[in-house]
């Protein structure tokens, strides 16, 4: 699955709008679209904060692994 998939499968999952989680990145909101759909790629520091907002990993959220784990604690 590419990350422009699994951003927003995670996002309809939690019932959140694109405004919201444009909010949460501090960026508009067809900037996340553009995200979304993969016009525009995602900043790391971005996938980090959406990582940690949904708490799984980096590699689930990028799409590098199926397998849902928590974001690691330091």
Same mark, same amino acid.
């Given at each position: 699955m590419k990350y422009t998939e699994r951003i927003r499968m995670l996002r309809e999952n939690n019932n959140l &709008?694109?405004?919201f989680i444009a909010n949460l990145l501090h960026i508009g909101q067809?900037?996340?679209c553009d995200y979304e759909s993969g016009? &525009?790629?995602i900043p790391l520091d971005s996938i980090i904060i959406l990582a940690k907002y949904y708490n799984v990993s980096l590699d689930y959220i990028t799409g590098v692994s199926n397998i849902q784990n928590e974001y690691p604690l330091k």
């Open positions: &709008t694109q405004q067809r900037t996340y016009k &525009t790629r």
